[in-house]
């Protein structure tokens, strides 16, 4: 497969990253997923936009100054996770010989989905995705998911606390970029 991803500079992307088999192993090493995101903001300059972390993967919409840069940040991210979590307390843990031959671990899913926002309806559109995550997946109102940037757009007014009840779920629920 011939994958070519867009570098269109001053652009947002939004970015989704999956461990690999969907193991829920994310928000229980939420300090070491920080962590990989200082690190990454420490090598390389980009604002992150919105963020939720579910337990086996993570939506983000960040905007880097140098565009060609973002594969790296997301690479940088996965390598700094993946050399610091304790792979024995993971379950099912095995790695292949493809991932052996590549220096490779199986924390990841090799690739990630990316999408280059093209409009200020398409962003707002991907933060409302970002932040209704919580919802879609272990029905929980984005107020109460604690790694999520939801909050803090509450806090300055880009929702009502109480955003996503279940009369917005319906509004939301056609948008799918997993």
């Not at 829920?24 to 200082?38: A, P």
Request: glycine share 2%; proline share 3%; net charge positive.
């Amino acid at each position: 497969m011939n994958y070519k991803r867009l570098f269109v500079p001053n652009s947002i992307i939004f970015i989704t990253f999956v461990t690999s088999k969907r193991r829920e192993i994310l928000t229980s090493n939420i300090g070491i997923l920080r962590q990989s995101f200082i690190e990454a903001k420490n090598k390389y300059d980009f604002k992150i936009i919105a963020i939720c972390v579910l337990k086996n993967h993570v939506h983000l919409l960040i905007k880097p100054d140098n565009i060609n840069e973002y594969p790296l940040i997301i690479k940088d991210i996965k390598i700094y996770f993946s050399k610091n979590i304790d792979i024995a307390a993971i379950k099912d843990y095995y790695v292949s010989k493809s991932r052996i031959t590549k220096g490779e671990k199986d924390i990841w899913q090799r690739r990630y989905w990316e999408h280059t926002i093209v409009n200020q309806e398409d962003l707002y559109k991907h933060i409302d995705y970002i932040h209704y995550n919580p919802m879609k997946h272990y029905k929980i109102a984005p107020k109460d998911w604690q790694y999520s940037s939801f909050k803090k757009f509450a806090q300055n007014g880009y929702y009502e606390l109480d955003w996503c009840n279940f009369d917005d779920k319906y509004k939301i629920n056609e948008l799918d970029y997993e």
